[in-house]
């Protein structure tokens, strides 16, 4: 399957390189005659373009802006001649939304960014902490650790063999992290990024060695969950209605979103995987219409203000993030403090991972 | 029941009928089908369970000037028609109870977007209060093993949905899979394998089938004495507050082991307009907001997927393991395939066809063998396009009486012979006589009478005139009335075709407890299900044999 691509996010750490383009546009005049813009977007950012503050501040700059949501990695799928924006969830599907729109160096931005964590109930976060597999650092938020974790799982551990589980009926099965599809949506081919590199002995996997070394494992992560969802969305509204898997991957923008909305998480844990790869947003003009859209995103005082409402963390802004966020670090690991954050394989090595996890010839 | 509109058939159709927000639906001629998008109206490709989200998409247009035209499907007939391409230009949008059978379809990639989650419901056991306690069962105790051994003792009795016709069932066949295999992981065949002979014990207590929710439904107040019902949680606990204290209510039971749980994407197919889509971006996003969660969980008992929207009371907060959908089409369909095969109880299908003189006009007879050899499939044919292996397939031909009586039961791992067979048979149907409808009807009760093998016993009635010759209808009310218990539970599913006594048929339909199908393809029914021709309606039917 050609959706099936690679990642190379290595340069945008926290306080990494910034990829603005120089902000070439005049402030708009206030308006109402806007111009319609459509995207396509990772389904983690629908409710920031949802948002009234957001629909309002963008046509204050002259811009209506439409979207529409898709698995990053499944984007240079869609027609894209039907829109002016791509807007994956992070930079190697924007290489590929660009060349599958015949783009030649487009003006990629990446206006924030946001770390994969793992949601949780306490219940879950409990047992994992009392075996060893994760530490809780304060009530609702704890590290998870992959070491351990991983060998628990290269081990098809049960939750039903870890003490403590019994008193809740959900902790059946065996223990793993529901994740999105690695070969369509973001966070999923992230997963793979970051639990190959513990694999391979905390390594970046680049050669085949490094990929029989740890394709096993990854095939085990990826198929012990069944049909995989499209997109983080899905996992994650589960989890806020009451049913879904004890443990799934989202953004932590998701989780910050709702806290900074002031709507109720429920019982959640937030468990920061102690190592991990981020995911830049990375912003891809497809039409002259959407070109300072991007910047736009990036520099605007209050967009960048808008985006942190809606959990993302904006490039260089860690002191508008921690700001933003104080009332909130019961759940929040506002200074990631303690996550090790690791390199990427090479896209070629990626896809060869995500196709050996979803098992070549068990899907047709 | 709510008012459907016929519209055109075609193959594969699980329910057709058409439902638009503003509930106009039973005046006026059926329209045309649409192919073509208009402005603020989106065709969406729905799960029939959500007919109840009428009022929601009500004050959905009233908000957002958007309204929906909901076409019913099955889970799998939506993945083939999404995947083989029929969808575009002729839906929007999909929404149905779940997209995991289609996103195994690889061909299904890039023709979706903006999947939106809805809600929420699991599916589960409603169980009547007496068998509860005959059974000693604490609601919160109850496991998948423990509804086996009750159902393998005897103790159980209970209606599902055909799982190749209606997620509800394909999600129980998933859960008790899990449950009874012990896999502690996705399903895999040697899982699916290792639980057969406890499947098909579990199975054997299934008295009831059905090819859609709602249908289940009624079909269940009817009988009487199942003991329980495996449906959505909203379902049964919507059935509670409907019976307004007509019956006890059901007890839910969510399995203690685990569940399978419908999220309701609302999703955008790639190949509607842009118009469209921006339709469906503003329906959803109304949806996920506050006003309308509220509204979804309390009028529809479905679970809010909006932080901070609280679940309607009587949704129990207790969590369950989500037990994982199949993650590749072959462990799926493997699934689907043993079911059909093997672990459900076979079905003894007759059909009662009217070949009278008055078959021979407009072809109508070619019709008829066209459609019934449509039901023989093909050497390829996939889980629930032919008759099932097992099966007792009855042909029985009338005019002015029963012309003749041709049995063929088909063979596991041989198929071939008894399809063959059926199908010259339906070659040598001619049209001549008169219409015994009821005489004939009588003869097909009488036949399977004769057999005494444990099995859905199911008569389908075709006919394209009234009765003209034999018993009339009193007489089979009578006939009826003194069939014992066991044969009364026989239902005929008539079919309208032809210029057949809608009120006749429908008689027959509400008396056995069966279903009105339609395949006149003109005119406006109320309340009939079938799509409008002769081989859709048959197709339809499959689902309820």
């Known amino acids: 399957m050609r959706r099936i691509l690679g990642i190379v996010l290595g340069l945008l750490l926290i306080g990494g390189v910034l990829y603005l383009v120089a902000f070439q546009g005049q402030d708009h005049p206030e308006t109402t005659a806007t111009k319609t813009v459509r995207g396509v977007i990772g389904s983690e950012k629908s409710e920031f373009f949802r948002d009234p503050d957001v629909v309002k501040a963008l046509a204050a700059k002259g811009y209506t802006v439409k979207t529409e949501t898709s698995g990053s990695w499944a984007m240079d799928q869609l027609a894209l001649k039907e829109f002016d924006f791509a807007f994956p969830s992070s930079s190697e599907p924007a290489k590929e939304v660009a060349a599958a729109a015949g783009l030649k160096g487009a003006q990629e931005t990446r206006p924030f960014f946001s770390p994969l964590v793992v949601i949780a109930r306490p219940g879950a976060a409990k047992v994992l902490a009392d075996n060893g597999l994760a530490r809780m650092t304060g009530k609702n938020s704890g590290t998870l650790l992959m070491g351990a974790f991983l060998k628990a799982a290269g081990e098809d551990r049960t939750w039903q063999q870890l003490p403590g589980s019994a008193a809740h009926a959900e902790l059946t099965g065996t223990v793993f992290i529901k994740t999105t599809d690695p070969a369509s949506s973001n966070s999923g081919a992230l997963f793979l990024a970051a639990t190959s590199n513990v694999a391979n002995g905390n390594t970046v996997v680049a ?12 095939r085990k992560l990826i198929s012990v969950q069944g049909a995989l969802e499209p997109s983080t969305d899905d996992p994650f509204r589960a989890f806020i209605s009451g049913s879904g898997e004890p443990l799934i991957l989202v953004y932590e923008s998701q989780v910050a979103s709702l806290l900074m909305q002031h709507q109720d998480p429920g019982d959640m844990v937030v468990l920061y995987p102690d190592t991990t790869v981020n995911s830049a947003h990375t912003f891809v003009p497809l039409t002259e219409r959407a070109r300072e859209l991007g910047a736009l995103l990036a520099t605007d005082p209050k967009l960048r203000e808008l985006a942190v409402l809606r959990g993302f963390r904006p490039q260089e802004g860690v002191a508008e993030f921690t700001a933003a966020t104080m009332p909130h670090t019961a759940y929040l690991n506002t200074g990631l403090t303690g996550i090790r954050q690791v390199g990427t394989p090479t896209v070629k090595i990626l896809m060869a991972l995500a196709q050996r996890a979803k098992g070549q010839g068990d899907t047709p | ?77 939506a993945a083939e028609q999404v995947a083989s391409g029929n969808a575009d230009g002729k839906y929007d949008a999909i929404w149905l109870s779940s997209n995991d059978y289609l996103r195994l379809r690889p061909e299904a990639a890039g023709k979706l977007s903006s999947e939106t989650p809805v809600m929420s419901s699991p599916v589960a056991l409603g169980v009547k209060p007496e068998a509860l306690a005959r059974l000693g069962w604490k609601p919160g105790e109850v496991t998948w093993p423990a509804v086996h051994e009750a159902v393998a003792a005897g103790r159980l009795t209970y209606g599902m949905t055909d799982p190749v016709r209606s997620n509800s069932g394909f999600s129980a066949l998933v859960s008790v899979a899990s449950g009874l295999s012990g896999a502690q992981a996705a399903l895999s065949d040697a899982d699916v394998k290792a639980a057969t002979p406890r499947l098909k014990e579990f199975f054997a207590g299934q008295k009831l089938t059905s090819g859609s929710s709602g249908w289940l439904v009624s079909a269940y107040a009817k009988r009487g004495d199942v003991d329980a019902l495996v449906n959505y949680e909203s379902v049964l606990l919507s059935m509670n507050r409907d019976a307004k204290g007509a019956g006890a209510p059901l007890t839910v039971v969510r399995p203690r082991d685990g569940v399978v749980t419908a999220h309701y994407p609302l999703t955008l197919l790639t190949s509607a307009p842009a118009g469209a889509r921006d339709a469906g971006r503003a329906l ?171 099995a859905f016993t199911s008569i389908v009635l075709m006919t394209d005139g009234e009765n003209t010759e034999g018993v009339g209808a009193g007489h089979f009310d009578s006939f009826y009335a003194a069939l014992p218990p066991a044969q009364k539970q026989t239902p005929v599913f008539a079919v309208l075709f032809g210029d057949s006594d809608r009120k006749e048929l429908t008689h027959i339909a509400e008396l056995t407890g069966g279903r009105l199908f339609d395949a006149t393809g003109t005119g406006v029914p109320p309340a009939v299900a079938g799509g409008g021709s002769l081989a859709g309606a048959f197709e339809e039917i499959r689902g309820y044999q």
């Not at chain 2, 193959?11 to 045309?32: N, Q, R």
């Not at chain 2, 073509?36 to 009500?58: N, Q």
């Not at chain 2, 957002?64 to 909901?70: D, M, Y």
Request: charged residues 25%; contains cysteine.
């Open chain 2, 284 to 454: 959803t996003e109304y949806l996920r907001g506050p006003e309308a969660q509220k509204a979804i969980t309390e009028q529809t008992f479905r679970r809010p997927v909006a932080a901070g929207v609280a679940p309607a009371a009587g949704l129990d907060a207790e969590k369950r393991r989500e037990l994982p959908f199949p993650g590749s089409r072959s462990v799926a369909d493997g699934l689907l395939a043993s079911y059909e095969n093997e672990l459900r109880r076979p079905s003894r299908t007759v059909y009662v066809l009217d070949t009278s003189g008055s078959m021979s006009e407009e072809d109508r007879i070619g019709r008829l063998k066209s459609a019934l050899t449509d039901l023989t499939g093909s050497g390829s044919s996939g889980t629930g396009q032919r008759f099932r292996d097992r099966e007792e397939v009855t042909l029985l031909p009338f005019g002015s009486k029963v012309k003749k009586v041709r049995t063929h039961v088909v063979e596991p791992g041989n198929p071939g012979p008894a399809l063959d067979a059926i199908r010259g048979d339906v070659k040598s149907l001619e049209p001549d006589g008169g219409t015994a409808v009821y005489g004939s009807l009588e003869a097909a009760y009488q036949h399977l009478g004769k057999g005494g093998a444990d």
């Open chain 1, 207 to 218: 050669d085949d060695a490094g990929i029989a070394r740890t394709a096993p494992l990854m």
């Open chain 2, 1 to 77: 029941m709510r008012p459907l509109r016929r519209r055109r058939g075609w193959i594969g159709l699980a329910l057709a009928g058409l439902m638009t927000a503003t509930g106009c639906s039973a005046d006026g001629p059926a329209e045309p089908e649409r192919s073509t998008y208009k402005d603020g109206h989106l065709r969406v490709l729905a799960s029939s369970e959500l007919s109840d989200m009428e009022p929601v998409l009500k004050a959905a247009r009233a908000a957002t000037g958007v309204s929906v035209e909901l076409t019913w499907s099955g889970t799998l007939d």
